[in-house]
């Protein structure tokens, strides 16, 4: 059974601080994680997506993934309000049908 | 064009009743996910379509619900006697096939009574 777990939080930062938000599955066969963001009362958004092992930047958000060690990450640098919501992590099996499975996302606060 | 629309956004209806839900995937796009969120959880996946592909119907909870793609755009899921825990909001999804950046609709906020 594909598992992606997170913590569900909420994670509590103060303005202009890094969040760090995991996550860590379950199947080797991943190939393929994303994270998505989702205001409260919207839908998910992709914010990021990452394929190989290392890290991944765009602008204030960095991916890094870490196969051996099953995990995924988000940092999110200099946080601003308009960050709080939830971050939902999502992976995708090789060889499978494209599929994502998703985690039940973390739900971040970034506090003035 | 646009991006994924889903109608209605908001449906109430009354425990026993069928409703139908439709989405119309970003034009082009040739995967068309269901998936389903209740207040606080995750996302729950229900079925996908890939072009003309006998649709992955694993997710679908019981046999109450059921999805169609016609003409590979537009899709409709249907539940049938509805029940007080079919009460979610259902998120229709599309992407180009084999990218697998998913798109989501705004999502159709269902309320069974």
């Known amino acids: 059974q594909k598992e992606v777990e997170q913590n569900s939080g909420p994670l509590s930062v103060p303005e202009g601080a890094i969040a760090s938000l995991n996550c860590t599955y379950s199947?080797?066969?991943?190939?393929?994680f994303f994270w998505y963001r989702q205001y409260s009362g919207k839908s998910p958004e992709l914010i990021m997506s990452i394929y190989s092992n290392g890290d991944k930047e765009d602008g204030r958000f960095t991916a890094q993934l870490n196969k051996a060690s099953q995990y995924v990450s988000l940092l999110i640098r200099d946080s601003q309000p308009s960050d709080s919501a939830t971050y939902l992590c999502?992976?995708?099996?090789?060889?499978?049908?494209?599929?994502?499975?998703f985690g039940r996302g973390t739900s971040l606060i970034v506090h003035p | 064009g646009a991006g994924v629309s889903q109608s209605p956004s908001n449906k109430v209806t009354e425990k026993g009743k069928d409703v139908e839900l439709r989405c119309d995937p970003i034009?082009?796009?040739?995967?068309l996910y269901w998936y389903r969120q209740s207040l606080g959880q995750g996302l729950e996946f229900l079925i996908y379509?890939?072009?003309?592909?006998?649709?992955?119907k694993s997710g679908l909870p019981s046999d109450r619900f059921s999805a169609e793609r016609t003409g590979g755009s537009v899709s409709t899921l249907t539940i049938q006697r509805t029940q007080q825990e079919d009460s979610a909001v259902y998120l229709c999804a599309s992407n180009l096939r084999f990218v697998e950046t998913q798109y989501f609709g705004p999502g159709t906020r269902l309320l069974v009574l």
């Open positions: 999502a992976v995708i099996v090789s060889g499978g049908s494209y599929i994502p499975t």
């Open positions: 034009s082009g796009h040739t995967a």
């Open positions: 199947d080797r066969g991943s190939q393929s």
């Open positions: 379509f890939q072009g003309n592909s006998a649709p992955d």
